[in-house]
């Protein structure tokens, strides 16, 4: 199943504007790569006080979208830019404010394995737990899986 992360401002949005936005990147990645197959969005609320751009207090819109290895570069950049264009219009910010990846799966479960090997071995299961039942439970309350950003 592909991926998207995300990670905002914790208080940018309602949790029913993060519903609307989270139907509209799955449009996106269904319109871009032509899929049907269910897209797994991950949010990450990042609390105030703790983005900084320049030395100044910063709003981050981040996506990390998930491809197929080897998709060729015309296709990313088309879905770098379809995927700003969403995120801009759904958050209702600039086109300059969003800062969107488009990975390989090869790389984004390496990034994903190495949040993961940066833990004490002993500190794995008791983390792996508690964020499954953190997003668990945000997507039960609020409809949508969330993350502690602040980890």
Known sequence: MPKIICMVPEQAFSNERLLSLESALRSTYAGQFGTDESVMVLWYRLPAGQSFVAGSMGDVFIAT???????????????????????????????????????????????????????????????????????????RRDGFMSVRANL
Do not use: W
């Open 65 to 139: 979208v998930e491809v197929e290895d080897g998709t060729v570069q015309e296709k990313r950049e088309e879905a770098l830019m379809a995927f700003t264009r969403t995120l801009s219009e759904g958050a209702g910010i600039g086109f300059d404010k969003p800062l969107v990846s488009v990975l390989d799966s090869s790389k984004v479960s390496e990034y994903l394995k190495a949040n993961r090997t940066r833990l004490r071995r002993g500190s794995r299961l008791v983390f792996l737990l508690g964020t499954l039942a953190h997003a668990f439970r945000s997507r």
